[in-house]
């Protein structure tokens, strides 16, 4: 029986994509590349030169009203599973890992009754750290990842741990930084890592441009 795969492309860099995910994307019927409008999808532009079969530009709006949103996972689970039934093979790739904050997961849960295989992936804070040589812990140390959607996540973030991840920091940046300024912690702002246009920024309260959705911070206590 034909399958899912579930695959994580990386970051951004095209040689941090993982041998495995080469082979599976190599032999994959039909290559699902999410995308928010159009056929306008980072994961594609990261694992297009390894894929061999079809590919398919499968719309994730980025909406918020919820109801709205399960519509369109539900439509696009029929339309993978059907491929799925005809005897395709299909691989749903996703930039990162696809059990971080990924599309997939939506596409995972309903995949019920069928063979599902994930391909992990290196992730952004991953890359980023390798990249400004900055560990995200060490020793016994623990360190969280904080999505910057809720001010007071974050804020209970920096009470209770000295490594802290803060991805998606474009929605909330300027309250991000007052927070790392106020609790005096140490960070990098890192943007589009391993990507074209990517920049590293030291001095977060002196950066003024506009800050791109594939940015995130790590921060340590001094």
Same mark, same amino acid.
């Given at each position: 029986?034909?399958?899912?795969?579930?695959?994580?492309?990386?970051?951004?860099?095209?040689?941090?994509?993982?041998?495995?995910?080469?082979?599976?994307?190599?032999?994959?019927?039909?290559?699902?590349? @999410?995308?928010? &409008?159009?056929?306008?999808?980072? $994961?594609?532009?990261?694992?297009? *030169?390894?894929?061999? /079969? +079809?590919?398919? #530009?499968?719309?994730?709006?980025?909406?918020?009203?919820?109801?709205?949103?399960?519509?369109?996972?539900?439509?696009?689970?029929?339309?993978?599973?059907?491929?799925?039934?005809?005897?395709?093979?299909?691989?749903?790739?996703?930039?990162?890992?696809?059990?971080?904050?990924?599309?997939?997961?939506?596409?995972?849960?309903?995949?019920?009754?069928?063979?599902?295989?994930?391909? @992990?992936?290196? &992730?952004?804070?991953?890359?980023? $750290?390798?990249?400004?040589?900055? *560990?995200?812990?060490? /020793? +016994?140390?623990? #360190?969280?990842?904080?999505?910057?959607?809720?001010?007071?996540?974050?804020?209970?973030?920096?009470?209770?741990?000295?490594?802290?991840?803060?991805?998606?920091?474009?929605?909330?940046?300027?309250?991000?930084?007052?927070?790392?300024?106020?609790?005096?912690?140490?960070?990098?702002?890192?943007?589009?890592?391993?990507?074209?246009?990517?920049?590293?920024?030291?001095?977060?309260?002196?950066?003024?441009?506009?800050?791109?959705?594939?940015?995130?911070?790590?921060?340590?206590?001094?």
């Amino acid at each position: 029986m034909a399958k899912l795969y579930g695959v994580g492309v990386g970051p951004g860099d095209r040689d941090l994509i993982t041998l495995k995910a080469v082979k599976i994307l190599e032999k994959a019927d039909i290559v699902i590349a @999410p995308a928010s &409008t159009g056929d306008d999808s980072i $994961a594609y532009e990261i694992a297009a *030169p390894y894929i061999m /079969g +079809k590919v398919m #530009f499968m719309e994730f709006p980025m909406i918020h009203s919820k109801e709205q949103l399960e519509m369109k996972w539900d439509e696009n689970v029929d339309i993978i599973k059907a491929y799925i039934n005809s005897g395709n093979n299909v691989a749903f790739i996703t930039i990162g890992d696809p059990m971080v904050y990924s599309t997939f997961i939506y596409i995972l849960k309903r995949m019920a009754g069928f063979e599902v295989e994930t391909i @992990p992936g290196i &992730t952004s804070y991953n890359a980023a $750290a390798a990249k400004v040589n900055i *560990p995200i812990a060490e /020793g +016994k140390q623990p #360190f969280v990842v904080v999505p910057s959607g809720d001010i007071q996540e974050i804020e209970k973030a920096f009470s209770l741990y000295d490594n802290i991840i803060l991805m998606k920091v474009s929605q909330k940046y300027s309250e991000i930084v007052r927070i790392i300024k106020e609790n005096k912690f140490k960070a990098v702002l890192i943007i589009r890592c391993g990507h074209d246009k990517e920049k590293i920024v030291y001095d977060l309260e002196g950066y003024k441009e506009k800050i791109d959705y594939l940015s995130i911070i790590i921060a340590k206590r001094v």
